[in-house]
């Protein structure tokens, strides 16, 4: 962890028109300062010799044993003076060794032990109030009455984001980025951990938005979460781009993350760790070098923990798609993806589909093939996505036998679904039905568009269930299949549209029609 250089001497007095007071013998002198580099808090940003000097006005808490803590201001950038804030008031040597806590930024609610990061960060005064450091030391009093020499620890790590060029589809006046955002993997600090939720900043820019400007922010360290949001940006065609995955990231040192930005995803060049006060290159470190995303292609049909977007001119699988883990899916927009093999998402797993175009998942006609057991979430935030459950399989013209039994549809989605955004289209599939002159003989039920739950806060739903299969003239116990359930669980609506229609009913004809599949199998709860 790095220390940080606060130095100054405090002056001797203070005075106004009525009288001036003597500084007491025994008052501490300080120094506050790392090696022989001197950090300004007023210089969070910067990564010259400008961040070795204080600002005039910069302040810090300093207390010892049970005396009341004072602040001290920076009088002077170019001396690099320092005086008490409140006139009379010192820190005083009460006997030959001292503990002694000191912190900065001297704000509401920041103290040795608590900070709250500021949210606003959008100039060099409000990102400097971000930069929280603290340090604790016994010292004993310097022979001669010398000033004292403190350490203070940074307890935030800084993340730049370069943007370090555009991809080719955007025309010149469209190579620009705006709306940046950085997010902090926590809110605060207490008693030296993390605390809170992940917080959005608001960084210090630098630059118009093209390629070379930076966006600075101040961080709370930690362990990283991989299906956190990490940065957010508009790109110039005004499509909303995210990176997602706080990597780890450790107090005192600085992250600079090169983006490349193209429509519909971001590719992170590179990342460079440094020591935030040497500016000292690291070897290794927590980021992780690598595209944002990973482009899809038919060979990968197990999506793991990661990053994927489709392709410039759509794809198509034939083979089933299982997902594990956190996984973030880019629908490109314009591009088309289909699943005619279903989809599955296995326990704890969660697919968020991002994006603007448009994906179609389809169960297996005529086959369960694509039903496969899952009770992970596929979160839909934006874009196109019509799951259409596989239709059942029929029984043709005089079918004899004592039982002619044919083959279920197939699910599209196995798990759950939560809709924030977009537009979701979740049709059962039809049943199958039983031609003329057959006899015991029963047609397939359709499958299920989306196999478990839906809950939606927003965006639209349209969910429809399968059509029941129709019995042709002159058969006996001729039974057609029901249709499939557009949605297999139940339905929690907080937000968004909802449009919900029942299957219809198959043709009796000289038997059974089947029975229309439910638009929700399960209890529909809208609290709208």
Request: aromatic letters at 6%; proline letters at 2%.
């Amino acid at each position: 962890m790095a220390a940080l250089a606060l130095m100054g001497t405090l002056a001797s007095c203070q005075s106004d028109d009525d009288f001036t007071v003597t500084r007491p013998a025994n008052a501490v002198g300080i120094n506050v300062s790392v090696g022989s580099l001197q950090t300004t808090r007023s210089n969070a940003i910067a990564t010259d010799d400008t961040q070795r000097q204080f600002n005039q006005g910069d302040q810090i808490s300093v207390s010892t044993n049970d005396q009341e803590a004072v602040i001290f201001q920076c009088t002077s950038t170019e001396n690099q003076t320092w005086t008490e804030t409140v006139a009379g008031k010192f820190l005083l040597w009460t006997q030959p060794t001292l503990t002694f806590s000191a912190y900065y930024p001297v704000t509401t609610g920041t103290s040795m032990t608590a900070f709250t990061l500021p949210t606003d960060q959008s100039s060099v005064d409000k990102i400097a109030l971000a930069d929280y450091m603290t340090r604790q030391q016994v010292i004993s009093r310097p022979e001669g009455g010398g000033d004292i020499q403190m350490q203070l620890e940074r307890k935030m790590a800084r993340v730049i984001v370069r943007i370090s060029g555009f991809g080719s589809q955007y025309d010149d006046d469209e190579k620009t980025v705006s709306n940046v955002s950085i997010y902090s993997e926590a809110s605060g600090i207490s008693s030296g951990n993390p605390t809170g939720s992940s917080t959005e900043i608001q960084p210090y820019a630098q630059g118009n938005g093209g390629q070379g400007s930076t966006y600075t922010a101040l961080v709370v360290p930690g362990y990283g979460d991989s299906g956190a949001r990490f940065i957010r940006l508009t790109d110039g065609e005004y499509n909303t781009l995210l990176v997602k995955g706080i990597p780890e990231l450790e107090a005192g040192n600085s992250y600079t993350f090169n983006l490349v930005v193209g429509k519909n995803r971001i590719e992170v060049a590179s990342v460079t760790v440094q020591d935030w006060t040497t500016g000292e290159t690291l070897a290794g470190g927590q980021a992780q070098e690598g595209s944002a995303s990973t482009p899809l292609d038919n060979t990968t049909t197990a999506w793991t923990a990661g990053t994927f977007a489709v392709p410039a001119g759509g794809l198509t699988y034939s083979d089933a798609i299982t997902v594990s883990g956190d996984v973030t899916l880019v629908l490109t927009d314009g591009e088309t993806l289909t699943l005619n093999k279903g989809i599955s998402l296995a326990s704890g797993a969660t697919l968020t589909v991002e994006g603007n175009g448009t994906m179609n998942v389809n169960g297996t006609n005529n086959s369960t093939a694509s039903t496969v057991a899952g009770t992970g979430t596929l979160v839909l935030t934006s874009g196109t996505l019509n799951a259409k459950g596989g239709n059942g399989q029929g029984v043709g013209d005089m079918a004899v036998g004592t039982d002619n039994r044919a083959n279920a549809g197939g699910n599209a989605i196995n798990g759950n679904v939560t809709v924030s955004g977009g537009t979701l289209t979740a049709t059962g599939g039809n049943g199958g039905g039983v031609g003329a002159r057959s006899a015991k003989s029963y047609g397939a039920v359709g499958g299920e568009a989306i196999s478990g739950s839906v809950t939606v806060t927003g965006g639209a739903v349209t969910a429809t269930g399968g059509n029941g299969g129709s019995i042709g003239e002159y058969g006996a116990q001729e039974y057609g299949g029901a249709g499939g359930a557009a949605i297999g669980g139940d339905a929690t609506l907080t937000g968004g549209t909802w449009t919900a229609t029942d299957g219809t009913h198959g043709v009796n004809g000289d038997g059974q029609g089947g029975a229309g599949g439910k638009a929700v199998a399960g209890t529909v709860t809208d609290n709208r």
